[in-house]
């Protein structure tokens, strides 16, 4: 009889489970990730007012891997020898492969800044939320004046100040500054979306720093290059990611500071054994580093595994609609579609419903419990509810009552 082909799954968040999802059990596929829970990160910044607790933005990997009937090993990949073809993790165990699927997202990224690494919170985990949290409701619980610094204008800086302006607004000595190096927030984005939310913005205790660059942290303030010192009471670093080191260290990126090349087809530049995806890979279209591209590259990858071992011509990958929603906390919510941005609060409803349709569908009930029945029709009507709603048609009709930023 001949042996099953293996498979090893680095990384289990977006990317990563999208492939193990797609993988058929016939392979003998393991899947590896340093943490126990799948974390559903577009939602994290709604810990911070309080909205929603970690248990509901995490799913246990083990269970969402073993319903597939593949295997979880939660232990940190230190190597992934391309040439030999194993996977060695923390402990000294390899992992040997047919095919290897990298999905480890990306690091948080401090520019080198000093004191940045010890006085600033990351802004990358359901965990650094929570403790952004804890730290802001014993701020404002003390009574004093409180002064939050949000370094980073990107998505996660614009959601971040909007769960904070949703929790605590109304708190008389918030003061919350926004430092951003470009001269506008959300770059790379529509100008308009921008400039939407800075209008908003103007009715809450909110300055932005706009084109200026952070030269060091302090236990208590955050020195800008252009000379000016702001108080900080909590200073939030959503200024960016880099790459795990895992892809230099394993020579699938060129560089420390490089995403790992791909193909069009998702497999690595330097082997063709091993398929790249997620914010980990760069394409030679590059994509934007976002949940949904992460998911759909996952799932292709697995398709292009199933033809590498069938000896078939592998598909190249090609990018969805970009479609994107974007929340500034209770304030507004806004939804870009390609290029056409609609704004109102009631889209906060859709941002949920997309939360809740993903997890349930990666989070399927078993059994046949009543309270597994219950999941299994709110299951369906999620999906009667989301799905439809992302066609074409019926979006139009929900979008009639929203305001066009940019049509
Ligand atoms: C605050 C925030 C808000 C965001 N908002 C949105 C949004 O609104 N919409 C959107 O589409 N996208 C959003 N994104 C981006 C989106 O979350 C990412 O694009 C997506 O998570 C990428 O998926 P991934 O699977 O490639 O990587 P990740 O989700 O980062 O997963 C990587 C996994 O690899 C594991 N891992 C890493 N290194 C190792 C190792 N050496 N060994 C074992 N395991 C390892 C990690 O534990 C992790 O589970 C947001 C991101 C953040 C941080």
């Known amino acids: 009889m001949r042996s099953r082909k293996k498979v090893v799954i680095l990384g289990a968040n977006f990317a990563g489970i999208a492939c193990a999802r797609r993988l058929s059990a016939h392979f003998d596929v393991t899947v ?59 402990s000294g165990r390899r992992y040997a492969f047919d095919a290897c699927v990298v999905a480890v997202g990306g690091v948080n990224n401090t520019f080198g800044v000093r004191g940045a690494e010890q006085f600033s919170l990351p802004f990358k985990s359901v965990d650094d939320c929570v403790a952004i949290a804890q730290r802001l409701r014993d701020l404002v619980t003390s009574g004093k004046n409180v002064s939050v610094v949000i370094i980073g204008a990107g998505l996660e800086g614009v959601e971040a100040l909007g769960e904070i302006l949703r929790g605590y607004r109304n708190h008389p000595g ?46 208590t303030r955050v020195k800008l290059v252009s000379g000016r010192s702001l108080p900080s009471d909590v200073t939030l670093w959503t200024a960016g990611a880099k790459p795990s080191p895992l892809l230099f260290s394993s020579g699938l990126a060129p ?5 790992a090349a791909v193909t069009p087809t998702l497999q690595s530049c330097v082997a063709p054994a091993v398929f790249v995806v997620g914010d980990a890979a760069a394409l030679p279209d590059p994509l934007s580093k976002q949940a949904y591209h992460a998911l759909d590259m996952g799932a292709h990858a697995a398709g292009n595994v199933q033809r590498y071992f069938d000896g078939v011509p592998l598909k190249p990958f090609s990018r969805g609609l970009e479609l994107g929603l974007i929340a500034l906390g209770d304030v507004d919510t806004y939804l870009t579609v390609g290029r056409r941005i609609f704004a109102g609060p009631s889209l906060a409803a859709a941002k949920e419903i997309v939360f809740q349709a993903n997890m349930a569908r990666l989070d399927p009930p078993l059994g046949r419990s009543p309270a597994v029945g219950l999941g299994q029709r709110y299951w369906r009507g999620l999906h009667r509810l989301a799905l439809p709603a992302l066609r074409p048609a019926a979006l139009r009709k929900s979008l009639s009552g929203l305001r066009v930023i940019a049509g």
């Not at 007012?49 to 230190?78: I, M, W």
């Not at 919350?176 to 984005?189: K, M, Y």
């Open 32 to 90: 590896i990730d340093v943490s126990g829970y799948f974390e559903f990160l577009p939602n994290i910044h709604e810990l911070l007012s309080g909205v929603k607790s970690a248990d509901v933005l995490r799913l246990p990997r083990r269970r969402l891997v073993e319903t597939l009937g593949h295997s979880f090993v939660c232990e940190t990949a230190t190597e992934v020898e391309t040439h030999a073809g194993y996977v060695e993790t923390a």
């Open 255 to 259: 560089t420390a500071n490089a995403w």
């Open 174 to 219: 918030l003061a919350v500054h926004v430092v951003e190096g470009s001269e506008r927030i959300l770059t790379g984005r529509d100008a308009r979306l921008g400039d939407d939310i800075l209008q908003h913005c103007a009715d809450f205790p909110v300055t932005f720093h706009l084109g200026e660059s952070v030269a060091s942290l302090t236990k």
